[in-house]
Every structure is written in C-alpha cells, then in structure tokens.
C-alpha cells in the first residue's frame, strides 16, 4: 500500500537556523502532495501543496518542489523563527483521489 | 465564515458504551472525511463523503465503527460498545469538492478517552 516516511524528530533549531524536513512516499501514479502544520493548541491546516511534477509550493517562507523522479516533497525554510515551532505533516493524497495519506509528523522547536 | 466544528471537543466514556461524534463541516462543502490521530498509529483515514454517500468506507477500523451524513452537512460518528484502544483524537474535515488537489480544512477534534 501505499506509505509516507518523514524525519520524525523532534527538531530543535536556533532562529534564523535553515530547515528541511525531509519526506519521501511510495504512490500509484502521480498524487497530488500536501504539507500540513499543527501549531500548539491548534488544528491541523495546510501549510502548501503542489498538485503535479516539479511544481514548487510556497506559503510563509517555506517551500517544497515535487519531485517525481524521487517520489519526494522535501520542506525547507532558509530562516525559521520561533513562531515556527509546531508540528510538520507530509500528506500525498492516497491512491483513491481525495484521502490524505498521512506521515508521522516532525516536532519542530525553534529556541531565541 | 465558520471553519469546521465538532462537538464534543472532549468526551470520556466508559469501556462497552456507545458515543457519538458530530460535525459540522464548512457550509457548501461537498465532501467530508473522518480521520483519527493516535500516538501509536499517526493520522489514519477513516471515511470520506461526497455529499450524503460514502464511496469510502475503508479506513473504518472494524465494524463497531459507522457514520453517516445528512443534508449534504452534518455528520456523525458513531462507534458501539468502546474499547481503550478507540482513545485518540477524531479529527474531521471537509473541502469544496473532494477531488485530490482540493485543500482539506480541518476541525478541531473530538478527544475520546475509553476508560
């Protein structure tokens, strides 16, 4: 089936410190992929998504390409802040079409 | 506007009881799904639903577990005679047209703890 692999952490960074997290995933065909972020105290919600190869998508600073070749959708920021601190989900959508496929999720922690 | 709503935010029951979860999702919002967020086993679909009709039942762990949908709006979550192991977050959400490109928007959970 299919299945989503994504750095587990916890991650701890400075501020202004660059970030990747990386996720790869296995999927019939070519899905759409979604990064999803739960700050402290809230719900999930979508960070950015990019629907086909070697689209970028950009929200906040933080960007990921799809890369079809590598069936990967790495997040990276070039400075993070403490209000970054949260929780990072990589989320193809399954083989069905509209269900997201959920990796575990990365704890991020930014320190001033 | 109003994002997506559950209700309750928490609810504690006893081992064997039946519960009941709702969900309001965003209003025009044809397609909701059902996930569950546990520490053991991540963020798991569970249904999903294209207006009143749920061509995917395939994540619904085991047949103590059903839901439905009325109006084209509101759904419920049910599951029947609780086990410890149904304790986790029920997450709930929907988006404008249930194609795979379409943003989710999620509601806040509903926490069930089985004692």
């Known amino acids: 089936g299919d299945s989503v692999t994504q750095m587990e952490g916890p991650v701890t960074l400075s501020e202004e410190a660059f970030l990747t997290i990386n996720c790869t995933y296995t999927?019939?065909?070519?899905?759409?992929l979604f990064w999803y972020v739960q700050y402290p105290g809230e719900g999930l919600q979508l960070l950015l998504k990019a629907t086909k190869a070697d689209d970028k998508g950009s929200n906040k600073g933080f960007e990921a390409t799809y890369r079809k070749e590598t069936t990967s959708f790495h997040l990276e920021k070039g400075s993070v802040q403490v209000s970054d601190s949260a929780v990072y989900f990589c989320?193809?959508?399954?083989?069905?079409?509209?269900?997201?496929?959920f990796g575990k999720g990365t704890s991020l922690l930014v320190t001033p | 506007g109003a994002g997506v709503s559950q209700s309750p935010s928490n609810k504690v029951t006893e081992k064997g009881k039946d519960v009941e979860l709702r969900c309001d999702p965003i209003?025009?919002?044809?397609?909701l799904y059902w996930y569950r967020q546990s520490l053991g086993q991540g963020l798991e679909f569970l249904i999903y639903?294209?207006?009143?009709?749920?061509?995917?039942k395939s994540g619904l762990p085991s047949d103590r577990f059903s839901a439905e949908r009325t109006g084209g709006s509101v759904s419920t979550l049910t599951i029947q005679r609780t086990q410890q192991e149904d304790s986790a977050v029920y997450l709930c959400a929907s988006s404008s047209g249930g194609r795979g490109m379409d943003e989710q928007f999620f509601g806040p959970g509903t926490r069930l703890t089985v004692l």
């Open positions: 989320a193809p959508n399954s083989n069905s079409g509209y269900a997201l496929n």
């Open positions: 209003s025009g919002h044809t397609a």
């Open positions: 999927a019939t065909g070519y899905p759409s």
């Open positions: 639903f294209q207006g009143n009709s749920a061509p995917d």
